[in-house]
């Protein structure tokens, strides 16, 4: 589960605040909001896999322990090991698969100055992350603009700069950590 806390966002004197990292006005080439969604499928399509796998293996033990020369109460306990550590492996892999589904989809807010793209922000909701956007870049036009301050809650969801390649035309995309 991602933390979260609450974040000043702010305009002032053609600066853009996000908690303590100032941003120049004049310095950003560019504002949007990003889709950090969950790799949902991905992570059915590995719980699937793993279940046959699983299955296979306890399959491949359990005749194993048949073919092989041993005794019936030794061969009881192989068949209650097999079906112990498979039903835990099970459980292992359920357990991951519910942690993903149950993972909420994050809109970030990226910034793109000179160097490279960042996140500054993640939040659940995204007519939020959109409204920022349009503040910011309204500030960015007019330099008489009188500025805001917001409190926004944000989500810490690792390392937001590994998540997106935000350059170049089409290549928004997730990039890196996989959960």
Known sequence: ?????????????????????????????RATTIKIKPPRARAVGRFVKSLLVTGLLAAA??????AGEVSSSDRELVTQGVAITAAVLVAAFLLQLIVVLLTRTYYALVIETSGNPRALLASVD??????LVRDIMRAIEDPAF???VKQMVTYNIGSMRDFYNASGAGSVG???HDR
């Open 146 to 148: 009188p500025g805001f």
């Open 61 to 66: 033990a359990l005749a194993a322990a048949q």
């Open 1 to 29: 589960m991602a933390r979260r806390k609450v974040i000043k966002v702010e305009v002032s004197k053609r600066v853009l605040w996000i908690g303590a990292e100032a941003y120049p006005l004049q310095n950003i080439a």
């Open 126 to 131: 995204r007519n939020e992350v959109h409204q």
């Open 174 to 176: 997730r990039m890196g």
